[in-house]
Antibody, heavy 120, light 110 residues
Framework: QVQLVESGGGLVKPGGSLRLSCAASGFTFSDYYMSWIRQAPGKGLEWVSYISSSSNYINHADSVKGRFTISRDNAKNSLYLQMNSLRAEDTAVYYC?????????????WGQGTTVTVSS | QSVLTQPPSVSAAPGQNVTISCSGSSSNIGNNYVSWYQQLPETAPKLLIYENNKRPSGIPDRFSGSKSGTSATLGITGLQTGDEADYYCGTWDNSLSAVVFGGGTKLTVL
């Protein structure tokens, strides 16, 4: 079945770095746009980044621009989020999500999430 | 503050019907499709409605969506205790060039 499994979360100090991974299975990964979406404790959903199927189009939210980088490896069916210069406000559950085949802003499959905590 | 505005909470008794509103502007809802997501307690969000009013496979027809101008509405009929969750609307914002979500609405089934 279609599945997304995130990994790489953890506790990191302010200013530190972390790389999240998302392993996809059950569908042709290289056909779909992918996104990262986060949810701070007790808060709502916040879109972070998206990447096109062939990595030609990438977009990041202003809140992470210049600090986070989304990438993918279609040969490994994997999505990544490199997070640098982490701040306390980046503390959240990070979800990997597949975009609808026709509209990249509709997330039709979500992973279970991985927790990132930024604290000294 | 979220770009899309939702009521923080709604409540109703089992068996009753409820609607959740999502208000935006011409730069988002007015010119793009609206999606709705359901987040059950301690779980990941799940797509409930897409392209304003379509249901993914497996979503019961008790859930419906509509859009008019710069607002959208999620409707749930025959409420069940298992519908207790947070509900989020989402779309694309042409001015921000970003995916945007509402702040979420907590549904309580009394």
């Amino acid at each position: 079945q279609v599945q997304l499994v995130e990994s790489g979360g953890g506790l990191v100090k302010p200013g530190g770095s972390l790389r999240l991974s998302c392993a996809a299975s059950g569908f042709t990964f290289s056909d779909y746009y992918m996104s990262w979406i986060r949810q701070a404790p007790g808060k709502g959903l916040e879109w972070v980044s998206y990447i096109s199927s062939s990595s030609n189009y990438i977009n990041h939210a202003d809140s992470v621009k210049g600090r986070f980088t989304i990438s993918r490896d279609n040969a490994k069916n994997s999505l990544y989020l490199q997070m640098n210069s982490l701040r306390a406000e980046d503390t959240a559950v990070y979800y990997c999500a597949r975009a609808n085949y026709y509209y990249y802003y509709i997330m039709d499959v979500w992973g279970q999430g991985t927790t990132v905590t930024v604290s000294s | 503050q979220s770009v899309l505005t939702q009521p923080p909470s709604v409540s109703a008794a089992p068996g009753q019907n409820v609607t959740i509103s999502c208000s935006g502007s011409s730069s988002n809802i007015g010119n793009n499709y609206v999606s709705w997501y359901q987040q059950l307690p301690e779980t990941a969000p799940k797509l409930l409605i897409y392209e304003n009013n379509k249901r993914p496979s497996g979503i019961p027809d008790r859930f419906s969506g509509s859009k008019s101008g710069t607002s959208a509405t999620l409707g749930i009929t025959g409420l069940q205790t298992g519908d207790e969750a947070d509900y989020y609307c989402g779309t694309w914002d042409n001015s921000l060039s970003a995916v945007v979500f509402g702040g979420g609405t907590k549904l309580t089934v009394l």
